[in-house]
């Protein structure tokens, strides 16, 4: 691998040291002539030191901490804008290399940090009820970018903790940036990078089945589906990808990817926003109870949130509770989502979105 090769996947006029797993790293410091095993105290300075220069650190040598300063940068990304929530809730907007914009929310419980992070800018599936639908397709976030995130989100995180969570539940689809992902969760749960474990990083999808089997197979990470439907009717138009993956297709996606051996244990998370007169009824909530229990799942029911422009309204309160009844009744594991940060624009996307000097790029 030369340095040409991490900028393939960010078009930036300088590739970044976080784009590069340890064994990237490795092999571009092999053909410098250099010892691979050098990646090994470079992670350990840049990810558990939070060095931004290489110089000095303990038994590298200076021609090669020279040269990697010289081809990677080392930058962090530039932070536009916080905004903190009463409860607690931080939201973080970060302006990248070409100027568009991206959110980080850290979300405090307890000791427990969890970080929600994007994964493109904008998104091309278009779902009906998402405000990020609406910036248009965007483009797929680097690895660097998404490492970022993580990096700044834990810098910047607004009190202390012990424990990291990282859920991919920010602007995009993390399954249609898949080799940026499966790079990015190398770094994530490697013991010389950021070590965090696989249990504790939950992948968010719309429903790419291929992806699904493909992320199960590289990593025992956690699943959520965006499921918001119980029939392909509904689904269809709320969410277009199921014209490509239909419910049926997902669920039988789900049963194999709960066969792989780092899977046995593992509930998938089932997501489903409650839209007034469109899911909500009490047939919805039967046949959810009947999808859900035809794998190992639990439930989050997510109000729907109502934001500028939407074509939807949140569900009646009177409809909530008998919805979740019929789940509980038939066993099924069911939570109702706390809204956490609803006085910082909360719903994803809405950020960048309003930011006076918001800009998108197409791919
Ligand atoms: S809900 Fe997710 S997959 Fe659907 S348009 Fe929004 S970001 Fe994309």
Request: net charge negative.
């Amino acid at each position: 691998m030369n340095a040409s090769s991490p900028q393939a996947s960010r078009p930036t006029p300088q590739p970044h040291l976080f784009d590069l797993t340890r064994d990237e790293l490795a092999s571009w410091i092999e053909e410098q002539g250099e010892k691979p095993s050098h990646a090994d105290r470079i992670f350990r300075a840049i990810y558990k030191h939070n060095r931004t220069t290489l110089m000095g650190v303990q038994n590298l040598p200076d021609r090669l901490a020279q040269k990697l300063e010289e081809t990677f940068s080392l930058s962090p990304l530039e932070t536009e804008r916080v905004l903190d929530s009463s409860d607690g809730t931080r939201k973080i907007l970060f302006r990248l290399y070409d100027g568009a914009r991206v959110e980080t929310v850290c979300i405090p419980s307890g000791k427990r940090m969890t970080l929600c992070i994007s994964s493109q800018v904008g998104c091309a599936l278009g779902c009906r009820f998402c405000y990020t639908a609406s910036m248009g397709p965007g483009r797929n976030l680097a690895v660097s970018e998404y490492i970022s995130q993580v990096v700044e989100g834990l810098r910047q995180a607004p009190c202390e903790y012990s424990v990291v969570n990282i859920v991919f539940m920010g602007m995009g689809e993390p399954l249609v940036n898949f080799k940026n992902l499966l790079s990015t969760l190398s770094i994530l749960t490697d013991h010389f990078g950021l070590q965090l474990g696989a249990r504790r990083i939950t992948v968010s999808t719309a429903g790419l089945s291929p992806q699904i089997l493909g992320l199960g197979e590289a990593f025992p990470v956690r699943l959520a589906l965006s499921l918001h439907a119980t029939t392909d009717e509904v689904r269809d138009d709320l969410m277009p990808i199921n014209q490509r993956y239909n419910i049926a297709n997902l669920f039988e996606t789900l049963q194999q990817l709960q066969e792989l051996p780092g899977q046995r244990d593992v509930a998938v998370l089932l997501e489903y926003t409650l839209i007034r007169d469109v899911n909500d009824s009490l047939e919805d909530a039967h046949r959810l109870a009947e999808l859900a229990q035809s794998i190992r799942s639990k439930v989050n029911l997510i109000p729907y949130n109502e934001h500028p422009g939407a074509p939807y309204r949140s569900p009646d309160d009177e409809v909530l509770w008998p919805f979740m009844q019929i789940l509980q009744q038939a066993g099924v594991r069911v939570t109702k989502r706390i809204t956490r940060g609803d006085d910082i624009l909360a719903a994803c996307g809405q950020l960048a979105i309003s930011s006076p000097r918001s800009t998108t790029t197409a791919p």
